[in-house]
């Protein structure tokens, strides 16, 4: 099983909201990522979980605070966003995220995100 | 930093034609390279993946070569089919510098391939 689980697949919400994204896989891996799409644009990380830890912030603002329960879940919680942030949301895992090994890494279908 | 570029933009085709995406990258110091597929509004399924050490690998009508020390990657599909249209995103995996670890992405190549 090679899957990563997204809920919900459509969001609107207001700019007063707060609303949270869940990621969830079951392939053991222990590296997971947000990421951020913007129409006809490639993917742009936001967060990486090594071993349910933040390694990885890429100057994402606070409005978007990131939660890792369990080495299978994956929350995103959005707080006062921006009508800019309506985008795509990605989760994806890798069995690691560094060292040599394969490292391949696997999407979820995503969260189309509107901000009103 | 990484940079990874790929040519072209937009690719029109009849179906059965054999077709190839171009993938290029500034650092050589990569731990892998995957190459996706995306359909409008969806995620990212992932094609292949060739291991820095590798030089190409293959699914079905797919392969895809790599040559790190020109940082250069290819996508070659044969016999197209409609359901090939899609964007194609080729990515690496970093193993130096201040992009170590992340995966970069090119701006991606957008197929449409035609009855």
């Known amino acids: 099983d090679t899957e990563v689980t997204q809920t919900p697949k459509h969001l609107v919400m207001g700019m007063t909201n707060k609303k949270s994204l869940k990621c969830e896989q079951h392939m053991g891996h222990r590296a997971m990522y947000w990421y951020k799409q913007k129409a006809k644009k490639p993917p742009e990380l936001m967060f990486v979980?090594?071993?349910?830890?933040?390694?990885i912030n890429e100057s994402v603002p606070s409005r978007f605070s990131p939660e890792c329960p369990n080495s299978s879940l994956l929350n995103l919680h959005l707080h006062a966003l921006q009508p800019e942030d309506s985008a795509l949301y990605l989760c994806?895992?890798?069995?690691?995220?560094?060292?040599?090994?394969?490292?391949?890494?696997?999407f979820g279908p995503g969260t189309r995100l509107t901000v009103t | 930093k990484q940079e990874v570029t790929q040519i072209p933009a937009a690719l029109s085709v009849p179906e059965g034609e054999n077709l190839v995406l171009n993938c290029s990258f500034t650092d050589s110091a990569i731990y892998n390279l995957q190459w996706f597929r995306q359909d409008p509004g969806k995620g990212l399924t992932s094609l292949l993946l060739i291991q820095s050490s590798q030089r190409e690998q293959t699914s079905g009508r797919l392969n895809a070569s790599l040559d790190k020390s020109s940082g250069r990657s290819t996508l070659y599909i044969a016999a197209s089919q409609p359901g090939d249209s899609a964007t194609y995103l080729c990515a690496v995996r970093s193993a130096g510098g201040t992009s170590y670890g992340k995966l970069t992405f090119g701006q991606g190549t957008i197929l449409t391939v035609h009855p």
């Open positions: 979980y090594s071993y349910e830890k933040l390694s």
């Open positions: 994806a895992s890798s069995q690691r995220f560094t060292g040599t090994s394969s490292h391949e890494q696997y």
